[in-house]
């Protein structure tokens, strides 16, 4: 499903943290945003899921109108994994799980048949059948975050966003949860961190400063010594690693 995303203008207070941004996402495409901390990533895809309001632009998915549609209806076409997911009361993994089918459920419908097969499938894409019975907060930061994943998968979602999900993990988390993803085959918007992440799993990238896009292509396209240095203010030089064939980056020189 295709994302348009156009014009979005988001206001707090005085300051105008998102300035005319608009962002596209093809069918099936896996899309980053990458930028310096408080550049309004986060921001941007808030207003794009209904977080917050933005004070003008639209967002389409489709042929939903998101911003003018009930959550629940959203819900049952986009899913977002955050990067913080703490909670004040305890659940098992596969109750956590099943929250995910809440969307496509009538007020007080009980958990049919079909919804544990969906469940079922997510436990065993995120790797997590072993961790149906535990307890949601006796779980690591990166055990967590998969059984996030995993609730988003039962949604069935046809786009996916991701605010920057592998920030506070370890290495072998970060390539967990974004490979899981892109074996789904469905439409992508994340926000990113790492740059050489990016490179590895985005089709296209958007770059931006200062709550605007300030450039916006392929990776390779993108992701320049000029623009680098523009968001980060830090002097790199790229290059194509000979193992991985891919984009690779030197700071400091």
């Known amino acids: 499903m295709e994302l348009t995303a156009k014009e979005l203008h988001v206001r707090m207070g005085k300051k105008e943290i998102i300035k005319n941004a608009s962002v ?10 990458i930028g310096p901390n ?21 967002v389409f998915l489709g042929d939903l109108n998101v911003l003018k549609s009930s959550e629940k209806k959203v819900s049952q076409h986009l899913g977002v994994v955050g990067q913080f ?10 109750q956590m799980v099943l929250l995910g089918r809440t969307p496509h459920k ?7 048949a079909d919804d544990y097969e969906i469940v079922e499938e997510a436990l065993r894409r995120t790797r997590l059948q072993d961790y149906r019975t535990r307890s949601y907060l006796s779980l690591s930061g990166g055990e967590k975050q998969r059984v996030i994943l995993a609730r988003t998968i039962v949604q069935q979602p046809q786009l996916m966003i ?3 999900p592998t920030n506070h993990l370890d290495i072998r988390y970060q390539f967990e949860i974004l490979s899981c993803v892109k074996q789904l085959g469905i439409s992508v918007l994340a926000a990113l961190h790492d740059l050489e992440l990016a490179v590895m799993y985005c089709d ?8 605007e896009i300030y450039a916006h292509g392929r990776p390779e396209e993108v992701l320049t010594p000029e623009t680098v240095e523009a968001l980060y203010q830090i002097k790199c030089q790229t290059y194509i690693n000979p193992v991985t064939k891919r984009l690779g980056f030197a700071y400091g020189v």
């Open 38 to 58: 408080g550049c309004g990533k986060s921001t941007l895809l808030k207003s794009i899921y209904k977080s917050l309001t933005p004070q003008s632009g639209s």
């Open 106 to 112: 009538k007020l007080l419908e009980s958990d049919q």
């Open 204 to 211: 296209y990238l958007y770059a931006v400063k200062d709550g």
């Open 162 to 164: 991701l605010d920057e």
């Open 85 to 94: 997911n703490e909670m004040s009361f305890d659940l098992t993994v596969e």
């Open 24 to 33: 596209f996402v093809k069918n099936k495409q896996f899309v980053g945003l």
